[in-house]
């Protein structure tokens, strides 16, 4: 089949494409928005942790403390209550990161929905066709999936730690802050950030259509 009959069917899925890295602009932003919130909760729970245990080392009826009844047992109803909070809050913020995991996936199906019913239609040139403007068809599917497979696993592993943490278990609640950082990985928002940076003329063009 000639690429010149493949150009109706390559425009539509560059059209598409396009709209695709314009999404994934945004949800890089709004990915890197969620987690810039969840840094000072995760915080707030190795926090509480901490209060949480210093109390569990006193005795506050050999202190002067002694004469306010039932006060070690308040104080710890009240860090409890503290900390469930910061929890449920990170679970909301949970919830916005598999938004932007969903977004881009579903995005994504709709990319390759396109293309395979157009499949026929697209050659083996005209995918791998690149421009000085626009990268070819092939790269940019791939760019794309491979940012979805990093929304996906970063989603899952931040899953996997909040909903591993458990009130009583002190030392997981104490070591969140730090778990928690060292599921960041450069590499990948780099790789999201180069990619945006390839198609950028690409995006830019044809926006107003």
């Known amino acids: ?75 710890h109803f009240k860090l409890v209550l503290a900390l469930d909070i910061v929890l449920e809050k990170l679970n909301e913020k949970l919830v916005l990161l598999q938004s932007v995991r969903d977004s881009h996936s579903n995005q994504l199906t709709a990319v390759f929905q396109l293309y395979e019913r157009d499949a026929d239609t697209l050659d083996l040139y005209t995918c791998t066709q690149r421009s000085p403007v626009a990268p070819s068809i092939a790269d940019m599917l791939e760019w794309l999936q491979n940012a979805e497979l990093y929304y996906k696993q970063q989603f899952l592993k931040r899953k996997t730690l ?42 830019e063009s044809n926006k107003g259509e």
Not at 25 to 52: D, F, I, R
Request: charged share 15%; proline share 5%; with cysteine.
């Open 162 to 203: 909040l909903h591993s943490l458990m009130p009583d278990d002190l030392s997981l609640l104490e070591s969140t802050p730090e778990r928690w950082d060292s599921l960041d990985t450069s590499s990948g928002e780099e790789y999201i950030t180069d990619t945006l940076f390839r198609v950028s003329f690409f995006v």
């Open 1 to 75: 089949m000639s690429s010149e009959m493949s150009i109706p069917s390559s425009l539509a899925l560059q059209q598409v494409l396009r709209k695709s890295f314009q999404h994934l602009e945004t949800n890089q932003k709004t990915w890197h928005s969620v987690l810039a919130e969840c840094t000072p909760l995760v915080g707030s729970v190795g926090n509480l942790a901490q209060q949480l245990r210093a109390l569990s080392n006193v005795n506050i009826s050999n202190t002067p403390l002694q004469a306010f009844p039932d006060l070690q047992q308040r104080l």
